[in-house]
């Protein structure tokens, strides 16, 4: 079964289907909980910064696996 849950725009993976938006939407609204979160614990704003950019780029990172292994392929003909 061929997954056709993103498209491919430069260096971006857009949604194209339901599926594709809720994992941007759950994704999204991970990070926002994450830097609740770390912005509760944190003493200040670097503190707050440099914890919460590790875990972005961890979401984005699997966000990117994801995209990549349901985006739509054009036929190389």
Request: charged share 15%.
């Amino acid at each position: 079964m061929k997954l056709n849950w993103f498209t491919r725009k430069g260096i971006f993976y857009l949604p194209v289907t339901l599926p594709g938006w809720l994992i941007l939407a759950i994704a999204a609204a991970y990070a926002v909980y994450i830097f609740i979160d770390i912005d509760g614990r944190s003493h200040s704003v670097s503190d707050t910064m440099i914890n919460f950019v590790f875990n972005l780029l961890l979401i984005g990172l699997i966000y990117t696996v994801i995209g990549y292994f349901t985006e739509v392929k054009k036929n190389s003909e």
